[in-house]
């Protein structure tokens, strides 16, 4: 008899993420398969905001929260957590916090939508210029660049800026780490070129030891220290990788991670990212491009058209209303339900205005009519994409709050003319996870995709639905043209906003409530 007979066997390895989202920290635990095997959460002080456009942050609460949400989750797996392997950490992109030489925050952090910098970051515009341009990006009023910039004309020598993810990495290691180029991108990182945009940062005498060092994402930064053990549950020597922004996360845990993929996040509004071999630039400046990790790229745009066009319905009543406009079909009238003032994504217009063609006939029709005006932007910003020369194959993938609607999906992939493929668990944590699987479980994110993300529900187009709907696009492509909202693609160089305000990708708890960063 052997030996080891009896003795008990050691639990299944798996990899952490975390999420570290505007209210909240969450953890994912998963397993090679995905499956999730234990989660936790600990809730982060509301942001304070005021004057200005000021919007700051206890980030001296980030750790213990991160912490408490690691302890819940280790605590719950079958080995207390001896049996996670790696973690990585995903968070707002633009969130930058003042820290000493030792990591510890001497004030609020600035959030990723504080425009106090919004000065520095026109300015950064144009000093950067060619860069931008090649790069296909426009910085923002709430770009993390110039809140870098404001940063600086206040730092003290030795003092250093993090991320959020910078000083999370710091606590679970013991040591400085490299900030990822997800989250430096709107620091000012070029990606394309592999560097800081020098040139801006030495015209504004920004001292070079602010500036961290960049790696990509999943890279391993360092293992988890006994102190950090302590705190966490996590196990000594857990290896620690760098992640990715919460939007780029959202996208990774739809499996959407290959040359060709794109996925459809319907949240409040409404979110397009997929995969590139190669950078591509949008002359409209409706689409901007994170890195992906294995150096591809990852465009995406950001809609202010989306789940907000049924924010006056009270949630109890809709699946009464879906129903009808189900039975009901196609809508007699046309509805592009921009509830804001300015289109952003897939065209550029701050002028753009929500209207209607008519009246509907009922209630039932005037839902239908909504839930159509935001698939038939769907359509245009997929056909957006592909004029400018994108590959996109197979099924899209679909996620966010909208996507749980029957009828809304239907509806998409009737309009799209390609089946939509419901992912199973489209959250942040969970593409952390992933990435922190990379290298660990799997031998790199592609596998980690294929391996952890469900297939998910595919829903196809109602054939007998297409032609009306067909007819109903073209009316609403010609209602945009006559408004002079929409150009041809080859008319609208030059046409992109100058310090426009891009959000990417990204909401709390990943792709699908609201958004927050990129």
């Not at 790229?297 to 209303?321: H, I, K, M, Q, Y």
């Not at 197979?394 to 996620?399: D, F």
Request: hydrophobic share 40%; with cysteine.
């Amino acid at each position: 008899m052997s030996s080891t007979a009896g003795a008990p066997r050691s639990p299944a390895p798996v990899v952490a993420g975390i999420d570290v989202a505007t209210a909240a920290v969450r953890v994912v635990c998963a397993d090679a398969r995905g499956r999730v095997l234990a989660e936790g959460r600990a809730a982060l002080p509301q942001p304070v905001r005021g004057a200005g456009g000021h919007s700051e942050q206890d980030a001296r609460a980030w750790w213990p929260a991160t912490a408490a949400a690691l302890r819940q989750a280790t605590a719950a797996l079958p080995g207390g957590g001896r049996e996670v392997l790696a973690v990585a950490v995903s968070a707002t992109s633009g969130t930058l916090v003042l820290a000493d030489a030792d990591g510890e925050p001497v004030g609020p952090a600035l959030m990723y939508d504080d425009r106090r910098a919004a000065g520095l970051n026109a300015e950064a515009q144009g000093l950067g210029a060619p860069r931008w341009r090649a790069l296909g990006l426009t910085v923002g009023p709430t770009a993390a660049l110039g809140k870098l910039v404001w940063y600086a004309n206040r730092s003290r020598p030795g003092q250093l800026l993090l991320h959020t993810p910078d000083l999370l990495g710091r606590r679970l290691t013991g040591h400085p780490v490299a900030t990822d180029w997800s989250h430096a991108l709107k620091t000012g990182y070029d990606p394309r070129a592999g560097e800081w945009a020098t040139e801006v940062f030495d015209a504004f005498d920004v001292p070079s030891g602010l500036l961290p060092a960049v790696r990509a994402p999943g890279t391993e930064a360092g293992t988890v220290s006994a102190r950090a053990a302590a705190e966490t549950g996590l196990p000594v020597g857990c290896r620690v990788r760098l992640g990715m922004t919460d939007g780029c996360a959202g996208q990774i845990a739809t499996g959407a991670v290959e040359p060709g993929q794109f996925v459809g996040v319907l949240g409040t509004t409404y979110v397009l990212k997929g995969v590139t071999r190669e950078l591509v630039t949008d002359p409209a400046g409706a689409l901007y491009s994170h890195r992906h990790p294995d150096g591809w790229w990852l465009p995406g745009g950001a809609s202010n058209t989306g789940g907000e066009a049924l924010a006056a319905v009270d949630p109890a009543r809709l699946p009464g209303l879906d129903a009808a406009a189900d039975a009901r079909g196609p809508a007699s009238y046309l509805d592009y339900p921009l509830r804001r003032e300015g289109e952003r994504f897939p065209f550029v217009r701050g002028e753009a205005r929500g209207f209607r063609t008519g009246a509907p006939q009922d209630e039932a029709d005037r839902h239908r009519a909504a839930l159509e005006g935001v698939a038939f932007l769907e359509r245009l910003a997929l056909e957006h994409v592909q004029a400018l020369g994108v590959e996109v194959r197979g099924p899209l993938h679909a996620a966010g709050g909208g996507s749980r609607s029957d009828l809304w999906t239907r509806i998409r992939a009737t309009v799209l003319g390609r089946p939509l493929r419901v992912a199973g668990r489209a959250e942040t944590a969970f593409g952390a996870a992933l990435l922190a699987a990379a290298g660990t479980l799997h031998p790199d994110l592609s596998a980690s995709a294929a391996a952890m993300t469900a297939a998910g529900r595919q829903v196809d187009p109602v054939e007998r639905e297409r032609a009306a709907l067909d007819e109903s696009y073209e009316g609403f492509v010609a209602q945009l043209r006559a408004r002079g909202w929409l150009a041809p693609l080859r008319d609208q160089a030059g046409e992109g906003p100058s310090g426009a305000d891009h959000a990417g990708c990204g909401d709390p708890g990943g792709v699908g409530a609201t958004q927050r960063g990129g």
